[in-house]
């Protein structure tokens, strides 16, 4: 308990789940850190993407494009934010507009996002970190995984200490970034040839690397969407508030990742497995001296704050997905520190198996990730069409249409990272969105017939809880040995009915025969039964037996068990003793059942004393 | 069921547990696999030791004095036979006379043993396997792995059938052996120079090496007392066909022992990596033909046979020790297939631990070998000098001085080992036979304390089990929903008594809320507690509750908890729920007890319909 506490903290009462109010300035610090650390890498996939034909030159436009990109997609949610004050998440507003089919599916799409999100901000983290110090570069995969421990860990400490850390990254990044674009921007450089398209390179194959590199610049716009999901955290008036701070993102960003393509350009930077882009620029601009470091190290740790943004995110979404029983309750129970627990050490345990899975390589792991995201902005999207053509409200045409051209152009998008990203990892997601779903439709069939059987037709009932005075039960209490945890055990099964018949089954001749001779010796009133066993098998003639007795006289009701059960001092020491009256219980629930049948099982633990 | 039928066999009748009696010549089959199997492999690690200096040339000197030396332990083992002749293993003589301390020493390096001739035999057998068909080499672990399936398998179908399939590859082994020693004898050969010790070497080193040498080669040693601890399944008269099978075997085993290593050293051979010495020869003998496979595909069959005569051994222990309470009793249970599975199961998963760790190489496994078979060879023989001059009989001065210089032998030939093999992986078996007579002795005191506190005194105790009618039990039912399974268990807690508590603790306030209002619809006359929960834990507001209903009126009794609970169709479906019930039982079991405390716990399982 003591060390659970040093490492998680105090357990935290429930009057204490309120949720401070966000400041603008605060919000964009929290929100943003997801969508503005991954400027430290869109522009390297870029690049990576232009280099099969050596087009770095695209770079610049390509990086264009995607803002235009972002400015649409960012109109659209200005208008979500409106609309959805409290949840704006995509999942909710495909499942309201759009029915539980494509509800679902974009659930889907944002849990394996989220997941993905951790494991690429914390591999392009660790990238950066390895740019620096060159030294720790085998140490990649278990840097990535002491980090997740790290975030992990604090994150189940509770959200509150986090949020309050969390602020200062974000601005110190946008602070040193922006230092480093102007810096970049009026140096003087000597002249750097930049690599040329070769000469005999066609007009389509130009064309399908510009597509590529336009769907690998996309990880860009990752995240976007946090800020609408979050509105209810803001101060009033909320949605004005949230629509303001999405805009300031939106700048920022721009500025930030156009700034960064430019330098990239101006210093004729070309990708290696070695050194990442944003530390080439780095270097480029501030000489390997303390500033240089102060980038990797701010960059690096914007990293990680995204990756943990992912763990109030999918938590959440976990929440609201048990809350519909799509997923298994317990998602929905708060921790000890007042976190959804269950979904941190899931989202934690699946990120950790992707780094290992991928090694820790965040080239690898990007083109899984765009899909998942653009998946869900488009049914988002669409699903604000149908929002608006249904509520209608002022200028509702003019916001079907914007909605309209941003599920389009995310569409588009969509197909465009289809064609170009589906062998390179793609597939994975292709396949897990329809699991996901199956799997959620089946959990969700499960309760509601569960919830159907279990019903009961509302009135008067409490004529049914009358006791069962008249019918007098059998009873049947298997035992092996007679010690003092039997005999309290026989002690009960007497009090329970007259009828009461002690069962021993015979695996080991000589034990049963040693049994009677004390029977006999000790006087009991009761008889006892011996079952033969030819196989050796505890589980079936107790059950063989306990059938033929409710058979015999059906109006009696079940026969009743009294199962002596003997529990040792301490857990482990389990392992020490046979569980016989846990296999017969376990049998008892599970094998060879009837539907619908309720025996009642009477358990007698012995309790040792507490030794060594 | 059907699918474990099919692979593991229908069960057996505890009947059928009659073990047939050996006539020698299958006796012989099924007890010299082990040592036999050791000459494939006992060659190459003498080579191995002596290339150091490249004195091959004294390996012939080395067979011949561990020859030498199996010919004093075996007339040892021939004295014990007489003595011991149902149960003469290392165990069992060193408990019986030098006391439980030395026992479980010897018990402990059996054991291990056990375990080690598995993972060596497959690797070696693996390896003999690779040399006659290099593109396996690869595969190595994998098909060590497969090996130990199979064998596995096969031993927990029980040990008849494989019995009778045991005797055929020993034999083909002895016969094809001998046929390439007789070849090789007398064929004729280029001239080969054998490599030289060179010029320089001090003669301490000569001496290390071939100490060390020895030491290697005394893993053609294992097994000899297989026969002794067999010998209640020989034919009558039991102890005369168990000697001389014993002599026949020791006369087999020198022979083909000697004449590899002649046959080594008549063709030159140095050991590599890449092909056992075993298929070397055969090699030169038969050339790569059709006898040059045979041979190694029979190395490789006994090979697995001896790993297989382990799947006896090591079982048969673990139920002895069981039996004397030494590790826990469940390894006395005899299977479905009249094997013992536990014990089976318990060897495979290590053994297949040792052949991970050790990637399947049997040259860095044989170190740690051969120092258990010696702690417990000089074990059982110090215990028979103690047995002969406590119990004298015929000439028993003699027999005396046998075992005695057996002891002393087996001892230098165990301080030999310890010397030369210490750091090369014999150390942890130096570490592991304390540790595991530490686990021996507590599992043994904490079986002693339990049955210390279990035991009843002596006498009629009838009067003991009578009805508790007196006393009015308080009963508390935790319930968290109304619904058809806590309408049942509410039904039963009314007619155990007048005095039922319903409890609900309070975790989510609005579900709360709903069942106050569902508790007073329904009219039900007994009394809701709603307990706080300011931290949302569910153990311990009710172990709090229970606590003081029990001090309240301590003169009734402990209160009894009725646990409504819910069994889903599938065992898997537990997932979908949030065990309340289980949870609530392990802590009222566990946590915050006092010793010796029997609270009846009755549950009142509502078995949902099988669906799907």
């Known amino acids: 308990m003591r060390i659970s506490s040093f490492i998680f903290g105090d357990p935290l009462k429930t009057e204490n789940l309120e949720f401070e109010k966000l400041t603008k300035f605060k919000a964009l610090a929290i929100f943003s850190a997801d969508v503005l650390s991954s400027v430290t890498y869109a522009t390297e996939e870029i690049l990576l993407a232009l280099g099969a034909i050596a087009a770095y030159s695209f770079s610049l436009s390509i990086a264009g494009i995607i803002v235009g990109l972002l400015i ?24 309201q507009n759009l029915g539980e089919f494509l509800g679902l599916i974009s659930a889907s799409a944002l849990l394996i996002d989220y997941v993905l999100t951790v494991a690429v901000s914390l591999s392009a983290g660790i990238h950066v970190i390895v740019s620096a110090f060159p030294y720790l570069s085998n140490y990649n995969v278990s840097l990535c995984l002491i980090a997740l421990l790290f975030i992990t860990i604090s994150n189940l400490r509770g959200s509150k200490e986090l949020a309050a850390v969390l602020s200062r990254p974000t601005y110190c990044f946008i602070g040193i970034i922006f230092l480093m674009i102007l810096c970049g921007f009026f140096m003087e450089t000597p002249y750097l040839e930049i690599p040329m398209i070769p000469y005999n390179t066609s007009n389509a194959l130009v064309f399908v690397i510009t597509l590529r590199a336009f769907a690998s610049g996309c990880c860009a716009l990752t995240g976007i969407e946090s800020i609408a999901s979050g509105v209810a955290s803001f101060k009033y008036p909320q949605y004005k508030n949230a629509q303001i701070t999405l805009a300031a993102m939106v700048v920022i960003l721009s500025i930030l990742f156009l700034g960064i393509t430019f330098l990239a350009n101006k210093y004729a930077i070309i990708p290696n497995n070695e050194e990442a882009v944003i530390s080439q620029i780095a270097r480029y601009v501030f000489g390997a001296g303390f500033m240089y470091y102060c980038v990797q190290i701010i960059c690096a740790t914007i990293l990680l704050t995204a990756a943990s943004a992912s763990f109030s995110g999918f938590p959440g979404l976990a929440y609201t997905l048990a809350k519909r029983k799509y997923i298994p309750t317990r ?26 899975m991928f090694k820790g390589d965040s080239h690898a792991l990007i083109p899984l990730y765009s899909l998942g995201v653009f998946i869900s902005y488009t049914l988002s999207q669409a699903g604000m069409v149908k929002y608006w053509a249904v509520n209608r409200g002022e200028n509702w045409p003019i916001k079907v249409a914007v909605n309209a051209i941003g599920a389009i152009l995310t ?18 997601v292709a396949i897990l969105v329809p699991i996901l779903f199956c799997l959620f439709k089946k959990i969700n069939r499960r309760y509601e017939a569960t919830n159907v059987e ?3 037709k509302r009135g008067r009932l409490g004529n049914l809880i009358q006791p069962l005075k008249n019918t007098k039960p ?22 329970l009915s007259e009828d009461v018949t002690a069962v021993v089954i015979n695996v080991d001749e000589r034990e049963v025969n040693r049994l009677k001779l004390t029977w006999k010796a000790m006087n009991f009133s009761m008889p006892l039964a011996i079952l033969k066993s030819p196989y050796r098998s505890l589980v079936n003639p107790f059950l063989d037996f306990l059938h033929e007795q409710d058979e015999r006289e059906s109006e009696r009701g079940k026969t009743i068990v009294v199962m002596p059960s003997f529990v040792p001092g301490k857990f482990w020491q389990n392992i020490l003793h046979n569980q016989t009256a846990t296999i017969l219980k376990t049998a008892l629930l599970y094998k060879k059942r009837k539907s619908e049948q309720t025996r009642i099982i009477v358990e007698i633990p012995y309790q040792m004393k507490i030794q060594e």
Chains 1, 2 share one sequence.
Not at 474 to 495: Q, Y
């Open 72 to 95: 649409v997609i960012s109109i659209s949610y200005w208008q979500t934010i409106s609309a959805y004050s409290t949840e704006g998440d995509a999942f909710t507003v495909a499942h």
């Open 411 to 428: 569409f588009l998008t969509l197909l465009i990272i289809m064609e170009s990203k589906f062998l390179n990892g793609a597939w994975i």
């Open 331 to 356: 998602f929905a129970n708060l921790g000890d520190r007042l976190a959804f627990s269950n979904g941190i050490i899931v989202l934690s345990i699946m990120a950790m198996l992707i780094i290992i």
């Open 474 to 495: 059998k009873v049947v209490i298997p035992i092996s040995r007679i010690h003092k945890g039997t005999l309290s055990a026989l002690r009960f099964a007497a009090s």
């Open 454 to 456: 279990l019903d009961l």
